[in-house]
């Protein structure tokens, strides 16, 4: 039977042949679909090749931001450039301008003491003494200007304590100084914002601006010559003060509370700002606040006692205040005001 077997050897050599197609395929195809995925794989691995870089995200944004999983979501920010700038503002920027307000003041004040001396009561003492100020606004006055003095010390200790008197005292003297004076500042802005809110309702009213004022102003107040420009209750230099302490008075109430109620009001940005205005109305505002203690005080002969003791004297009134002193006796009768002897205070109070 010879024709089976070659019909056999033919279909085995056939199969053989097929088997190695289908196999050349197989592996054709293979690599066929294997090589795009072995393209994509790089030569040496760098996790961080494609990712932004931390400048480039600065630039599109103004900070690095991430998210946290506690509640407070202001932990969030990593980077914040302007944390900086305000860091440079608070170190050095407001030191400069601290340091040139306040000795630049207490310079001018020297010099003019030097120069000009006090303003002297030229008539002399009459003997008789007028009221001045109420107890009432006494007491508002002096509650106010404690507070004052207090806030004004210890924000100095905020911006200047750590570099004049940390070395001097030491860090422990130093830390229960600087607690205590913080403590201060936060509890007396109670009291101070009652007395600003107060000093506005008693002596709005003898404040306003008008054109004697204009007058006081060209003839230099008497302060700079020796001439004495007429005046109501309040001079063009007093209002001038009244304005500042209401306004400026104001504006640290406001920025002061935005600061003590942390991210109540605001945010970082917003609070940066607060303590911008806080901290330099403050400089201008103390340096102000010494040319008004220097004029109520060694400036001018007669003039603290108006505020100490409530009275002044009538030749004290008739050269600086006349307007006033012509009002008050037209309204209390010709002699009430000043028939009364020195140390006795007239009955009828000047308000
Ligand atoms: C209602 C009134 C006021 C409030 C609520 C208040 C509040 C504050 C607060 C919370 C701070 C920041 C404290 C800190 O960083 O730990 C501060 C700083 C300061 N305050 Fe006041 N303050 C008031 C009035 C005043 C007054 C009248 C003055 C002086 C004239 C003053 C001068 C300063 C100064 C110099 C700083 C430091 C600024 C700095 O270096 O950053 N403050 N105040």
């Known amino acids: ?17 097929v088997r190695l197609v289908i196999g050349a395929l197989a592996l054709a195809f293979m690599v066929a679909t ?3 995925v072995a393209a994509q794989q790089p030569t040496s691995v760098n996790p961080t090749a494609s990712s932004v870089n931390e400048q480039k995200l600065l630039q599109e944004l103004d900070k690095i931001q991430g ?24 170190q050095v920027t407001l030191k400069w ?3 040139i307000a306040i000795l630049g003041a207490l310079a001018l004040l020297v010099i003019f003491y030097l120069v ?14 007028i009221v001045r100020f109420t107890a009432f606004e006494r007491f508002v006055h002096w509650m106010t200007a404690g507070c004052f003095i207090v806030l004004a010390l210890s924000g100095l200790n905020i911006t200047f304590g750590r570099a004049l008197l940390l070395p001097l005292l030491g860090p422990e003297a130093f830390t229960t100084f600087a607690e205590g004076a913080k403590y201060a500042h936060n509890f007396l802005s109670f009291p101070f914002t009652l007395g600003v809110v107060l000093i506005l309702f008693i002596w709005v009213a003898g404040n306003i601006p008008n054109r004697v004022d204009v007058e006081w102003v060209k003839r230099g107040g008497g302060i700079v010559g020796h001439d004495h420009p007429p ?12 304005w500042f302490q209401v306004l400026g008075g104001t504006a640290m109430i406001m920025s002061g509370y ?3 109620f942390p991210f109540y009001g605001t945010g970082i940005s917003g609070m940066q700002t607060a303590e911008v205005v806080h901290s330099v109305i403050a400089m201008l505002y103390i340096a102000v ?20 003791e409530g009275t002044v004297d009538l030749n004290w009134a008739k050269e600086h205040h006349s307007l006033w002193l012509s009002e008050e006796s037209a309204r209390t009768g010709p002699n009430e005001n000043t028939a009364q002897p020195r140390g006795r205070p007239a009955a009828t109070p000047a308000e």
Do not use: C
């Not at 039977?1 to 042949?17: E, G």
């Not at 606040?289 to 100490?308: K, P």
């Open 258 to 260: 935005l600061l003590i």
């Open 97 to 99: 301008i601290g340091a």
């Open 289 to 308: 606040m010494l040319g008004h203690i220097y004029i109520g005080t060694i400036g001018m002969e007669g003039a603290f006692e108006a505020m100490g």
């Open 67 to 90: 998210r946290v999983s506690i509640p407070d979501t202001k932990s969030d920010v990593l980077e914040h450039p302007a944390g900086r700038d305000w860091r440079n503002w608070h």
């Open 116 to 129: 000009r001396g006090p303003v002297r009561l030229e008539s002399g003492r009459s003997g008789v003494k």
């Open 231 to 242: 005046a109501y209750r309040f001079n063009a230099g007093q209002k001038a003060i009244f």
């Open 34 to 36: 294997a090589s795009p």
């Open 1 to 17: 039977m010879p024709k089976p077997r070659i019909v056999t050897s033919i279909l085995a050599r056939l199969s053989a042949q």
